[in-house]
């Protein structure tokens, strides 16, 4: 039997696993973009086109969480209603009925469930303990084909403990390849990032983040658990930033990332695929790539979007803060309903690292703090001024 595991990358964090004859979708976004509207929308980037006709047929989908950039229902749509959906234990009930909804059947499997298309062997283990709170539902697949080398996929959370004991217990093959997702998104300087404190005299921290500290904290700090690691590829960061001109995220070149890293370290081959790579892992030999011809990359777009951000390095300007949505109609109305919410939103933020802050800082611009310490601005309001809460 051939125990090659095959990953085809498919843009952001989106993979096509292969082996015995056997296929599994993780997590697709096979369109042009994402988002809940078209005016946030996000691009994948590098820009390509799926011909989802000339796609191997599958067996299985594997949704890790319900992000919008892991979670797509458009991309669902596209797909066969007999290939079974697989999840953790811990999606939320509107996510499964609104894929069972499209005539999917979705399965939760715990850590100790196998799954097994053939030779192909997956498990989905759960997130590391010290994962934040709003991610704490991703499961982490570990596939594998026969007794073949073991991937292990490290979505959007930290480290699976649970997985981590069971290597070192013996449970479990140390795995020979870890994917691992640089979600950094670090805007340029001066710009609004995912992250960015809007609140005046406050500091851009993900502006200030160099890209030898993201390879330090995937490549080091999160894989230190996992001894004997030959190969490590790296995902994420795969999409435009919403409205603003910049093009791509700094240190969302994987191929450059991966180069840097080889040069800096010879621990383990790291790799930084593009859209339509295949990475194929044989059982005695090191890993290869090719390129699958149902994924081409959109050269003229991704020249153009480089281009928009060499030339806002060069030059940069303000960014300013756009709305996302057109004008309420009923102002007063959305505004009590915001405030009726409020009491709700500062319970989820209080064990956030922003919350956790705002609750130790007792002085801020003009004085001593009260109980009321998050701020919230709604841009726009009514007369197109500001509404402060």
Known sequence: MDSSLALTFLGHQTWLVEGDGHRILIDPVLGLGFGLSPAPEFRIWPPRTIDTERMPALDAVVLTHEHLDHFHLPTLARLARNIPVLTGTLLPAAVSDAIETLGFTVHRLDHTRVIRYGELHLQLFPAGARTLFWE????????????????????????S????????????????????????????????????????GA?????????????????LDYLEPLDGLEEVILCGNGFLPANTPHGP???????????????????????GPRPGDR?????????VADQVDWVSIDAASEATQLAAHTAFLTSPVPVPVVPIAPPLGDTAGALAEVEEELPRLGRALIPTAAGQLAASIHDYLDGPLGPLR?????LAGPGGGEDRH
């Open 279 to 287: 990475l194929t892992l044989p059982a005695d030999r090191p890993l």
């Open 161 to 200: 403990d649970v997985y981590v004991q069971q290597v070192r217990d013996g449970l479990q093959p140390p795995p020979r390849a870890a994917v691992v997702s640089n979600n950094s998104q670090i805007a340029p300087p001066g710009t609004p990032g995912s992250d960015t404190n809007l609140l005046p």
């Open 203 to 219: 500091g851009d921290v993900r502006g200030r983040k160099s890209g030898l500290r993201v390879l330090n904290e995937l490549l």
């Open 374 to 378: 998050i701020y919230l601005a709604l």
């Open 136 to 159: 704490d539902r991703v499961v982490q697949p570990v596939v594998r084909v026969g007794d073949g080398p073991a991937v292990f996929i490290g979505v959007d959370a930290d480290l």
């Open 249 to 271: 995220y700094l240190y969302a070149d994987h191929p450059a990332m991966a180069a840097a890293a080889n040069t800096l370290q010879q621990l383990f081959t790291v790799h």
